[in-house]
């Protein structure tokens, strides 16, 4: 059985150590998380490849009702190996 592999919550998450069938609830679970901690930018690198990982993640949060937007990050920071996503901010509690 494998043990579950603790991840920071820093608003990075890499998608080369993952097997493809994780993906999906790996990004959807580090979302959640990162929002709960105030993140509201995360950077998911997943890698150049042949853009197949690329194209689920981007599907993902297509469909993602918690994203705003997302692009592919700037030329200096990995360009098409990772993408930046920017998630809606919780509503101010009183």
């Given amino acids: 059985m494998d043990e579950p592999i603790q991840l920071p919550i820093d608003g990075v998450l890499d998608l080369h150590t993952f097997k493809p069938r994780e993906i999906k609830d ?22 150049k490849g042949i853009g197949n990982l690329r194209r689920t993640v981007h599907s993902i949060l297509a469909k993602h009702p918690e994203v ?9 920071y990995g360009g098409w190996g990772a993408t930046i996503v920017r998630l809606r901010q919780a509503p101010v509690k009183h």
């Avoid at 998380?33 to 105030?38: D, L, P």
């Avoid at 705003?68 to 200096?76: G, H, M």
């Fill in 26 to 47: 790996l990004v959807l679970d580090y979302l959640a998380a990162c929002r709960e901690r105030g993140i509201f930018q995360v950077r998911i690198i997943h890698g």
């Fill in 68 to 76: 705003v937007s997302f692009t592919l990050d700037y030329p200096q």
